[in-house]
């Protein structure tokens, strides 16, 4: 679990006083921030103080293991070390900041240490700030990357954030598209969740109110309010605590694939595959489509047109070796329904 | 928060290898457990290594600042430090082990420490495991004793347990009336909080779905089963959740007058007086009274018969004291809506 969670509007503010403990002499502190800020109001109110150091995360792509390389290394040659990182955008950048927040500490390459338990070393002090609603980054004990052989995360009890700071106002200026992308990956965390065969109580009741906060914002509001960046914003949190203890399923097995692939943004990604499981989710992709046409969203059609033979067995590989994700779904037989044959029918309709 | 939380039916039997990276050199695992459990299956089910010792409390009254300092005196004396303290019980237990993980490493007495963030030093590594469900104290950041002068907490970020193991299997043999007066310290919790001027979003989620479980067990069941157990731990956990983000209210600022000067323990008082608050929680005290009489409980009346004046004006001092609860119910002028005389006139109902 994350140690410190600040809910509130206006919490942003606080973010001086929560790090000033955690400062070491000489070492500073690295604020990632989403590239979408460079040049915009928040990108100023970072409260930097000494070598403080702010860099703006390229995040076109979700990321990549030799990006984190990339940034611990210039971390470590500009400072020796740093007190800690602290991620300010989506889930790419806090996915970011943990994975560089762990890699000032651990040796060799973030590509060894995707997969589950092989991070050994906690990491310098991480924070994270959610400016956009639903990937869950901010609760999760993974950091999603994709390394030379797989998509994966650095799953660890060292993972999580030590603290996250959970202020709805940073979500209000997000582009409304890329708002309900990142917000369906909550909702379809949540279907993923609550239908499979993984659910205990636990997960259920944070599935359940994640759910319910997605469709009060989604289904019964008629505009975006203050009180929708509230409670997706806490729908996000919920969700994630929610997959944190069952898993997600179909769609996300899926959509790896195509992110593999294509680079397809996870939100975005989950969102094309998900219009297409009517066969797995029935219910769910009903109102995930009166959501999507409620809210005036284009869910891009036909990106698997002209793909090669080898470019479906490279996603299909890849969605397939996402195997508790498809226990999850489908139970323990889950090869004997989901044979590749159905697999690569699915990614042509993608 | 908790660092560490496992829910699931069984999770006891993991509770050897959680504790095993955290034992330290010659130094026991030191088990609080409720004296109900003396002879009792769960007892003989503790997983004891080396010097490990199990210590019945006795928490026939709720704890004293007292108890707890002769507690960890008793344990240096024996041990000189210990890996760590362990409760397994209700409420009282849970904070009784968390007061004594503290009192290991600070010095003086825990009467000094009623109040909030007056702990300076981390404890001894500190577990709960409730067998009631409803206190939240699980996931709570304070520990209720009742000293010298005072019933407060030790309230502080040193005061949440390191890992909570939520087994609902050990909650299914509690006598049912007393499990009932816990499971209403939780739905009172929520209407406290879910009614309160510092309510957000945050604990606002955590209490809906609190209560909304609270009424699965209470009001849509015809009898107990393994579910109930399921999701009244759910709901606990969740309660707890939405008072550390908010506050309660008129009941428990009441309710700790009433335990200061009769010992009356917490879930039992919070029932005795929140049955008289109609005109602070109209639909919460209808449908309490219809939980009451669903369940078959029998709630203690007129228990205030015959005290003093001076009795009540200890009662009323206590309950005046508990400023941010009744600010929290009736806002920034508590002070010219709750006078002394209705207080009084209150108490002499119960």
Same mark, same amino acid.
């Given at each position: 679990m994350v140690g410190y969670v600040i809910y509130g509007?206006?919490? !942003?503010?606080?973010l001086d006083e929560i790090l000033a403990p955690h400062r070491k002499p000489n070492l500073p502190m690295v604020f990632l921030v989403d590239? !979408?800020?460079?040049?915009?109001a928040l990108a100023g109110r970072? #409260?930097?103080?000494?070598?403080d150091k702010i860099i703006f995360a390229d995040v076109s792509y979700e990321p990549k293991t030799t990006q984190v390389d990339q940034l611990a290394q210039q971390l470590k040659d500009e400072f =020796? &070390?740093? &007190?800690g990182v602290i991620g300010i955008g989506g889930g790419s950048t806090m996915d970011l900041a943990k994975a560089v927040g762990l890699m000032m500490t651990n040796p060799g390459s973030s590509a060894d240490y995707? $997969?589950? *338990?092989?991070?050994k070393q906690a990491g310098v002090y991480k924070a994270g700030i959610p400016?956009? &609603? =639903?990937?869950g980054a901010e609760v999760s004990r993974t950091t999603v990357l994709t390394g030379p052989t797989k998509k994966l995360g650095m799953n660890? *009890? !060292?993972? #999580? !954030?030590d603290q996250i700071v959970l202020d709805?106002?940073?979500? +209000?200026? +997000? #582009?409304a598209n890329q708002r309900f992308y990142t917000g369906m990956d909550c909702y379809i965390h949540c279907i993923e969740s609550l239908t $499979?065969?993984?659910?205990n109580e636990f997960s259920k009741s944070y599935g359940e109110k994640a759910l319910q906060l997605c469709r009060e914002v989604?289904?019964?509001?008629t505009g975006w309010d203050a009180d929708s960046d509230d409670k997706l914003m806490m729908a996000s949190y919920a969700g994630g605590m929610s997959i944190a203890y069952s898993q997600v399923g179909v769609a996300h097995a899926v959509s790896y694939g195509l992110s593999y692939l294509l680079g397809t943004k996870h939100g975005l990604g989950n969102c094309i595959v998900f219009d297409k499981l009517q066969d797995y989710y029935p219910e769910g992709v009903k109102e995930f489509k009166l959501m999507v046409e409620k809210n005036n969203i284009n869910i891009p059609q036909h990106?698997? +047109? =002209?793909?090669s033979d080898e470019d479906f067995d490279k996603m299909i590989n890849v969605s397939l070796g996402m195997k508790p994700l498809w226990e999850n779904a489908l139970g323990k037989d889950w090869e004997k329904i989901i044979t590749r044959e159905k697999l690569r029918a699915l990614y042509e309709q993608l």
């Open positions: 509007r206006g919490s !942003f503010n606080q590239h !979408f800020f460079d040049g915009k970072v #409260p930097l103080r000494g070598n =020796g &070390s740093v &007190s995707q $997969g589950w *338990d092989l991070v400016t956009l &609603s =639903g990937t660890s *009890d !060292f993972t #999580p !954030f709805p106002e940073l979500t +209000a200026d +997000a #582009p $499979g065969t993984y659910l989604y289904v019964n509001k990106i698997c +047109a =002209g793909l």
